[in-house]
């Protein structure tokens, strides 16, 4: 005799869902729901994994500044003092990291040029507003393939420092302290 084993609400739930969620990204086939092989992980699994595509789908580009209400719009630096730039600056951080937006690299500027990349590259920067709690969106301030004295001085290992010398034959700059070192928010060290 065959025995069936009555299924748990849950799992009719999240088969409902997933019926659902499949319906609902249907416009959006790609290849991204191509490598999911349904059978291979847990059904809720596969649940947030559909559901995070569909924010990424439904997500609207917008300027970075435009993801808070009201919208980010600072003042310009020439019209701050230091200790309010410094506050201006930290208060915007703060708001960065409250929508998962992090600075990465800072430590190498002053608070006057950190916030003039805020302003100029960050704030007006297009993307995905996606509003999933595993979505971060990182900003590079010292990119080793845009300023590699920078990255080399400040942040490289010595074993990154001996690759890029190995494949430049160029000299190395010293290593230097960060001048201006920072803890910010999402800020692993």
């Given amino acids: 005799m065959v025995r069936f084993r009555r299924p748990h609400p849950e799992d009719v739930e999240q088969l409902l869902l997933n019926a659902k969620l499949r319906d609902e990204l249907e416009p959006f086939f790609d290849e991204s729901l191509q490598i999911l092989d349904s059978g291979r992980v847990p059904i809720r699994v596969e649940n947030e994994f559909l559901a995070a595509i569909l924010a990424w789908e439904r997500a609207p580009v917008l300027p970075i500044a435009r993801w808070f209400s009201p919208a980010i719009a600072p003042p310009q630096a020439e019209h701050l003092s230091a200790d309010e730039l410094h506050e201006v600056l930290w208060d915007i951080i703060n708001k960065l990291a409250s929508r998962r937006i ?88």
């Fill in 102 to 189: 992090y600075l990465d690299f800072t430590d190498h500027l002053s608070d006057a040029e950190l916030y003039r990349v805020v302003i100029r590259d960050i704030l007006p920067s297009q993307e995905k507003m996606v509003d999933l709690t595993s979505h971060c969106i990182y900003f590079n301030c010292a990119e080793w393939d845009y300023d590699p004295d920078t990255w080399l001085r400040y942040y490289a290992s010595e074993e990154e420092r001996q690759g890029y010398l190995e494949e430049t034959g160029e000299p190395l700059p010293p290593v230097e302290s960060s001048p201006f070192p920072r803890k910010l928010p999402g800020d692993s060290r």
